[in-house]
């Protein structure tokens, strides 16, 4: 398993200014060895929890697949298909959800590959959970989030711009003494 820890990054921007219990202005104060968000009126601290984020691999042939990205973060690049978790769902479930919507396949065997902490600019903290799925149907077509769905031989891959989705790609082929040219 690899672990990405980022230890300089800026997490005022995912701070709140105002009480989001009661609207008073937060105060800041040391609360269990970090200074952290509170508020001096109800008592509500903030504590800055990772958002879980689901990617799926999809290998065939030597050919993973991906999706050209419709939206930002990374809007136009290919990466794999993948998305935020919902609520209470699992993330078996989301990856299950994500990949029929963003590919139209359908896929239940799930294996888990990895996961990696990491700081996003535009998200704040995620754990990123990577899944496999060895068996699939249907035929790829992009979703309503996607720009277009192709397999991409491990010798040609794309400028892929998460490094979790690279470190995903490579766990999977190293597990799988699969040869990759591209990646550094
Ligand atoms: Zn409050």
């Known amino acids: 398993m690899v672990i990405i820890y980022i230890i300089f990054y800026n997490m005022e921007k995912f701070e709140f200014n105002y009480c989001p219990m009661c609207s008073e202005k937060l105060g800041r104060k040391n609360i269990e060895g970090k200074p952290r968000k509170f508020c001096p009126k109800c008592g509500y601290i903030q504590y800055?929890?990772?958002?879980?984020?689901?990617?799926?691999?999809?290998?065939?042939?030597?050919?993973?697949?991906?999706?050209?990205?419709?939206y930002e973060p990374a809007k136009h690049k290919?990466?794999?298909?993948?998305?935020?978790?919902?609520?209470?769902?699992?993330?078996?479930i989301a990856a299950k959800r994500e990949l029929k919507e963003e590919t139209s396949l359908k896929a239940d065997?799930?294996?888990?590959?990895?996961?990696?902490?990491?700081?996003?600019?535009?998200?704040?903290p995620i754990l990123m959970i990577?899944?496999?799925?060895?068996?699939?149907?249907?035929?790829?077509?992009?979703?309503?989030?996607?720009e277009d769905v192709s397999f991409?031989?491990?010798d040609d891959l794309?400028?892929?711009?998460?490094?979790?989705?690279?470190?995903?790609?490579k766990e999977y082929l190293a597990r799988h003494q699969m040869k990759k040219t591209v990646m550094g």
């Open 48 to 70: 800055i929890n990772p958002t879980p984020v689901v990617a799926i691999l999809i290998e065939e042939d030597g050919k993973i697949l991906f999706v050209k990205r419709k």
């Open 78 to 92: 290919w990466a794999l298909p993948g998305g935020f978790v919902d609520d209470v769902e699992h993330p078996e």
């Open 109 to 124: 065997n799930f294996k888990f590959i990895g996961l990696y902490a990491y700081m996003s600019e535009i998200n704040g």
């Open 130 to 146: 990577g899944y496999n799925a060895d068996r699939y149907s249907g035929k790829p077509k992009p979703g309503d989030d996607a």
């Open 152 to 154: 991409y031989s491990i």
């Open 158 to 169: 794309p400028d892929i711009p998460f490094v979790s989705h690279q470190f995903i790609i």
